[in-house]
């Protein structure tokens, strides 16, 4: 550790605050929390290594206390907007069918990782390449400054984001700098020279048993050798060779927030990518969080960021389904795509079916709080759909005015505040150009057209 002089800290430069705060010194105030908290974290670390008995508990802490709620909400009124369905109805046709099964198949993908030998398995895998400790002290230190910030505001100010979120911010960042690599085409295993894709080839036996279904084929520039590169989903695999394209990484970055004690989400889009959510009982709400983008709460990445338009978004937990395209697409108009596997009142029929399935050995108590949850989140929802109309308004009365020769907006004025339409937010970063270009996710840089079907994420 550096001596007495605080700009010799060193502070990882994700972490650097960005404010001066006057007097008051936001490292003086982390220095004193760090020998406090040093203690507590190598406890925890110890606790959650390796005397854990089974799963870690999922945290509920912040969660309200079962009592505080009391009265029982109102169920959520689905008819005051338009597109959201009054009564869950069976599937009645193949096409709902086959989209049934797809989502239920899907939906186990999160269940599995509720495997005690695995998450300790990857806790360990954690702690022997020396991972887990610098995640707990990064996560330390970025909480220990987001305290300070909230501090330097007022005394009752929150902190943005609490340790647990800040834990898993860590991962991100180790997961995407450190970790997983990237495959766009495998290298020739024979010479090392790159390869060019020449199809799918069968799986063999051993390929399925680590859930690989599908095998892509590649052929070396030089020595003209055969290279396989089976897509895996069974994530036991993945932890050995943490290797792939979106699929892979989703899939074990949502496992290992999972082994770091985190609620956590799987969550698949029907136009060909996956990725994490996890909650933040700080908050109280689900985070987007995409391990391919190191991408941390920027759930509008893929629609104004990647020019992406999507249909169906659905996140998949152990303890059931939520159809969360509303957190994605806002503005539906722009970004939608038709959502033609099923009547959405179909939809909703399936997402119940999959929440049974998942509930069924919940406690009353414990089903009582995720239905809570369910209307919570359903409300923060609806309040997207309520903020896109609101700037669709905004925007029609801003063209009334300018028509009608009137001066254009200023700030304060009808065109300002509360929209959320122009922030910039960055095309995607992974993958090669021309990749990118033919799923046409390269924001604005790319036209409207997208092709039906692309390759697999
Ligand atoms: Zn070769």
């Given at each position: 550790m550096a001596g007495g002089n605080n700009t010799s800290t060193p502070i990882p430069p994700h972490s650097q605050p960005r404010l001066r705060y006057g007097d008051f010194n936001p490292t003086d105030l982390a220095r004193r929390f760090e020998s406090l908290l040093s203690a507590r974290r190598m406890t925890e670390l110890a606790e959650r290594a390796r005397s854990r008995p089974s799963t870690p508990a999922m945290s509920y802490s912040s969660l309200p206390a079962q009592t505080a709620a009391g009265t029982p909400l109102p169920a959520p009124a689905y008819s005051s907007l338009r597109n959201i369905p009054k009564l869950a109805t069976p599937p009645k046709d193949t096409s709902a069918a086959r989209f049934r099964s797809l989502l239920i198949a899907a939906s186990q993908t999160p269940v599995n990782y509720e495997n005690p030998g695995l998450l300790d398995e990857a806790l360990?895998?954690?702690?022997?390449?020396?991972?887990?400790?610098?995640?707990?002290?990064?996560?330390?230190?970025?909480?220990?400054?987001?305290?300070?910030?909230?501090?330097?505001?007022?005394?009752?100010?929150?902190?943005?984001?609490?340790?647990?979120?800040?834990?898993?911010?860590?991962?991100?960042?180790?997961?995407?700098?450190?970790?997983?690599?990237?495959?766009?085409?495998?290298?020739?295993?024979?010479?090392?020279?790159?390869?060019?894709?020449?199809?799918?080839?069968?799986p063999t036996q051993e390929d399925r048993a680590r859930g690989a279904m599908k095998v892509e084929l590649y052929q070396c520039s030089e020595c003209a050798s055969y290279e396989r590169f089976p897509r895996y989903g069974d994530v036991w695999t993945l932890l050995r060779s943490p290797k792939g394209r979106c699929g892979e990484w989703a899939n074990l970055f949502t496992m290992l927030c999972r082994a770091l004690g985190a609620r956590v989400r799987w969550v698949w889009n029907k136009e060909d990518h996956v990725w994490t959510e996890v909650y933040s009982a700080h908050q109280k709400r689900w985070v987007h969080v995409d391990s391919c983008e190191e991408a941390w709460d920027t759930p509008r990445l893929y629609t104004e960021g990647w020019g992406k338009k999507m249909s169906y978004v659905?996140?998949?937990?152990?303890?059931?389904?939520?159809?969360?395209?509303?957190?994605?697409?806002?503005?539906?108009?722009?970004?939608?795509?038709?959502?033609?596997?099923?009547?959405?009142?179909?939809?909703?029929?399936?997402?119940?079916?999959?929440?049974?399935?998942?509930?069924?050995?919940?406690?009353?108590?414990?089903?009582?709080?995720?239905?809570?949850?369910d209307q919570r989140e359903e409300r923060e929802l609806r309040s997207f759909v309520v903020s896109a109309l609101t700037a669709g308004l905004e925007k029609l009365v801003i063209s009334n005015v300018n028509t009608k020769r009137s001066p254009p907006p200023g700030p304060g004025t009808v065109g300002s505040g509360s929209s959320t339409v122009d922030i910039k937010l960055p095309a995607r970063t992974t993958g090669t150009e021309e990749w990118r270009r033919l799923r046409s996710e390269n924001g604005a840089a790319d036209d409207q057209q997208q092709p039906d079907r692309q390759r697999h994420p």
């Amino acid at each position: 550790m550096a001596g007495g002089n605080n700009t010799s800290t060193p502070i990882p430069p994700h972490s650097q605050p960005r404010l001066r705060y006057g007097d008051f010194n936001p490292t003086d105030l982390a220095r004193r929390f760090e020998s406090l908290l040093s203690a507590r974290r190598m406890t925890e670390l110890a606790e959650r290594a390796r005397s854990r008995p089974s799963t870690p508990a999922m945290s509920y802490s912040s969660l309200p206390a079962q009592t505080a709620a009391g009265t029982p909400l109102p169920a959520p009124a689905y008819s005051s907007l338009r597109n959201i369905p009054k009564l869950a109805t069976p599937p009645k046709d193949t096409s709902a069918a086959r989209f049934r099964s797809l989502l239920i198949a899907a939906s186990q993908t999160p269940v599995n990782y509720e495997n005690p030998g695995l998450l300790d398995e990857a806790l360990k895998m954690l702690e022997d390449c020396g991972a887990l400790r610098r995640l707990y002290d990064e996560a330390a230190e970025e909480s220990q400054i987001l305290q300070a910030q909230a501090a330097s505001i007022s005394d009752h100010e929150k902190p943005l984001w609490d340790e647990q979120d800040c834990l898993i911010r860590a991962l991100l960042r180790w997961f995407k700098r450190d970790f997983m690599k990237w495959v766009n085409n495998p290298e020739c295993s024979a010479c090392s020279a790159p390869t060019r894709a020449v199809g799918m080839t069968p799986p063999t036996q051993e390929d399925r048993a680590r859930g690989a279904m599908k095998v892509e084929l590649y052929q070396c520039s030089e020595c003209a050798s055969y290279e396989r590169f089976p897509r895996y989903g069974d994530v036991w695999t993945l932890l050995r060779s943490p290797k792939g394209r979106c699929g892979e990484w989703a899939n074990l970055f949502t496992m290992l927030c999972r082994a770091l004690g985190a609620r956590v989400r799987w969550v698949w889009n029907k136009e060909d990518h996956v990725w994490t959510e996890v909650y933040s009982a700080h908050q109280k709400r689900w985070v987007h969080v995409d391990s391919c983008e190191e991408a941390w709460d920027t759930p509008r990445l893929y629609t104004e960021g990647w020019g992406k338009k999507m249909s169906y978004v659905i996140a998949f937990s152990s303890e059931g389904a939520t159809d969360v395209t509303r957190r994605y697409v806002r503005d539906t108009a722009t970004n939608g795509i038709k959502r033609d596997q099923c009547p959405d009142e179909v939809l909703m029929y399936i997402i119940n079916e999959i929440r049974q399935m998942r509930r069924q050995n919940l406690s009353k108590e414990e089903k009582r709080r995720i239905i809570r949850e369910d209307q919570r989140e359903e409300r923060e929802l609806r309040s997207f759909v309520v903020s896109a109309l609101t700037a669709g308004l905004e925007k029609l009365v801003i063209s009334n005015v300018n028509t009608k020769r009137s001066p254009p907006p200023g700030p304060g004025t009808v065109g300002s505040g509360s929209s959320t339409v122009d922030i910039k937010l960055p095309a995607r970063t992974t993958g090669t150009e021309e990749w990118r270009r033919l799923r046409s996710e390269n924001g604005a840089a790319d036209d409207q057209q997208q092709p039906d079907r692309q390759r697999h994420p």
